[in-house]
């Protein structure tokens, strides 16, 4: 059965998503019947490539309008939910960059069965590590770091490949309807929309699991709403 995952590196509830479900598959017993497929989703593709716009806190005050001390309060809110996840969330050192290049790699990794460790890779590094998840550099290196061959990466990263599938993705995403990140779809009849508590996608893997293995057909989604990030800044 596949599970499939639209989410965005700068995402911090996406992070905590992964983590969450990952929880849940730990616990369920037919764990190793599950795919899970990581798709592209862009909070704020706007954002120039090959450059870094600063702190999460300026970029916050500035995107929404709020002051440095607000923008600060909020983070710190996601925070503490990232410690109650086991996740490390330094947004004094998180640099907000694009993020379209991160997930033309990520398509390159999963093409060689390692999305996951990648994405892990790519998290960690941006909400715990500070490093910027848009320099071709330091992709590379996390590339590496996961056994793909560094010299791949960077050619990968130094043409236009998989931007095309990056592109797909996103645009599945507005087809679908998605507005916010993360948002998880059990073989494409039930969807968890943001970081959901580990029961919840425990619960919908259980389900999905039993009507995918007697073949059920396939109805309209439905969608249990969780903390998410969307495209206006916004993570609550």
């Not at 490539?49 to 300026?58: E, F, L, P, R």
């Not at 309060?73 to 503490?80: G, H, I, K, L, Y």
Request: glycine share 6%; with cysteine.
């Amino acid at each position: 059965m596949k599970v499939e995952v639209w989410s965005d590196i700068m995402c911090p509830f996406c992070y905590i998503g992964k983590h969450n479900y990952e929880h849940a598959l730990q616990q369920f017993a037919d764990a190793a019947a599950v795919e899970l497929e990581w798709k592209s989703f862009q909070l704020d593709p706007t954002l120039a490539k090959n450059t870094s716009y600063g702190d999460t806190y300026q970029y916050l005050s500035d995107r929404k309008g709020i002051s440095l001390a607000q923008a600060e309060e909020m983070t710190a809110n996601v925070a503490r939910a990232g410690a109650a996840a086991g996740l490390q969330f330094h947004f004094d050192r998180a640099i907000v960059t694009n993020t379209f290049d991160a997930h033309r790699l990520l398509h390159f990794a999963k093409a060689r069965q390692l999305g996951n460790e990648l994405k892990e890779k790519l998290f960690h590094a941006h909400f715990t590590a500070g490093k910027n998840v848009g320099d071709t550099a330091t992709l590379v290196t996390l590339a590496a770091e996961i056994g793909l061959d560094g010299g791949d990466a960077q050619q990968v990263l130094q043409s236009n490949q998989y931007a095309d599938e990056v592109a797909a993705d996103i645009r599945e995403a507005r087809q679908i309807g998605i507005q916010g990140v993360p948002f998880f779809i059990f073989n494409r009849k039930y969807a968890v929309s943001g970081a959901q508590p580990t029961a919840v996608f425990l619960q919908t893997l259980e389900k999905s699991f039993a009507e995918w293995r007697s073949d059920h057909p396939k109805v309209t989604l439905e969608v249990s709403e969780g903390p998410s990030c969307s495209p206006d800044g916004t993570c609550a």
